[in-house]
């Protein structure tokens, strides 16, 4: 007899998500069912130890296309994994926990940091951060809604009279 799960959300191959507890207010993700694990963007990445837990330093480009927006973000580092890309390239990864809302949907995920600044997506939201809580729609994008226009907003700096 198979039991009902709760019903899924369906989401695009593309949505903004919020990782609050990096301080990150909206990133643009792809839906990556192929990666096992999420993947961040990162550079700058400084491990170090607070209070005798293992912790990780890092910065982030939020958007495609920008490198003039920099985040520095702090985590606790759960592990360190060998991760294989898409192109077949091995590379050790420090891997974090995070909230990630995608939409109102909550998950938490582990997410392995690496340079992405050259790739189109500053994340891969993969499959075991999707499992049992979204169906992913490969022909739509931004079920979840667009990212608020002024998350990102510079500051304009005022002329000297």
Same mark, same amino acid.
């Given at each position: 007899?198979?039991?009902?799960?709760?019903?899924?959300? $369906?989401?695009?191959?593309?949505?903004?998500?919020?990782?609050?507890?990096?301080?990150?207010?909206? $990133?643009?993700?792809?839906?990556?069912?192929?990666?096992?694990?999420?993947?961040?963007?990162?550079?700058?990445?400084?491990?170090?130890?607070?209070?005798? $837990?293992?912790?990780?330093?890092?910065?982030?480009?939020?958007?495609?296309?920008?490198?003039?927006?920099?985040?520095?973000?702090?985590?606790?580092?759960? &592990?360190?994994?060998?991760?294989?890309?898409?192109? *077949?390239?091995?590379?050790?990864? #420090?891997?974090?926990?995070?909230?990630?809302?995608? *939409?109102?949907?909550?998950?938490?995920?582990?997410?392995?940091?690496? &340079?992405? &600044?050259?790739?189109?997506?500053?994340?891969?939201? *993969?499959?075991?951060?999707?499992? &049992?809580?979204?169906?992913?729609?490969?022909?739509?994008?931004?079920?979840?809604?667009?990212?608020?226009?002024?998350? #990102?907003?510079?500051?304009?700096?005022?002329?000297?009279?």
């Amino acid at each position: 007899m198979k039991t009902s799960s709760p019903p899924q959300t $369906i989401i695009g191959w593309r949505e903004w998500v919020v990782l609050p507890d990096l301080g990150i207010p909206a $990133i643009k993700a792809k839906i990556d069912t192929g990666a096992r694990t999420s993947a961040l963007h990162a550079f700058f990445v400084e491990p170090f130890t607070e209070n005798g $837990i293992q912790k990780v330093r890092f910065q982030i480009h939020p958007l495609q296309q920008r490198t003039d927006i920099e985040l520095t973000c702090i985590a606790e580092v759960i &592990d360190q994994r060998m991760v294989t890309d898409s192109g *077949g390239h091995r590379e050790m990864r #420090y891997v974090i926990r995070s909230k990630i809302f995608v *939409g109102a949907t909550a998950i938490e995920a582990e997410i392995t940091l690496t &340079d992405r &600044d050259t790739m189109q997506f500053r994340m891969l939201l *993969g499959r075991t951060a999707l499992a &049992d809580k979204f169906l992913v729609s490969a022909d739509l994008s931004y079920l979840e809604g667009r990212r608020p226009k002024n998350t #990102y907003r510079l500051k304009k700096k005022r002329k000297k009279q």
